[in-house]
């Protein structure tokens, strides 16, 4: 059992979010970080995450659902609408998500957050 790796893209790539994730024993990494520039394109950002073993969380719901059909050996896409997330039910919702499934589960599937939030 592998513990799921993300990487927020620079949609989602919010310090206390990254912060909160690492605090509760998550290997998460944002963008921008040593090897992704804050400019990197969507493309860029899903094949150096996927290339180090990472899924993406993203707010960017239409081009990586794109560069999930071009791409199908992704490491994983999460999907979340912005407006509908505030910072705690974000944290919360990947929080369980993380703690729930496995890295294994998740090349080439992409899923929304939404299946995590608390009820």
Not at 105 to 112: A, D, L, S, Y
């Amino acid at each position: 059992m592998t513990k799921l790796r993300p990487h927020l893209d620079a949609d989602v790539s919010y310090q206390a979010l990254q912060k909160a994730l690492r605090e509760r024993g998550h290997d998460v990494t944002r963008t921008p970080t040593e090897w992704m520039p804050l400019d990197a394109s969507d493309r860029q950002q899903l094949l150096e995450a996927t290339a180090r073993g990472r899924c993406i969380l993203t707010f960017n719901i239409a081009d990586f659902v794109h560069l999930a059909r071009e791409y199908p050996e992704h490491g994983g896409i999460i999907l979340a609408h912005q407006r509908e997330w505030t910072l705690a039910a974000l944290i919360a919702a990947v929080d369980r998500l993380l703690t729930e499934t496995e890295a294994e589960m998740w090349p080439g599937q992409t899923r929304w957050l939404n299946d995590w939030r608390a009820e």
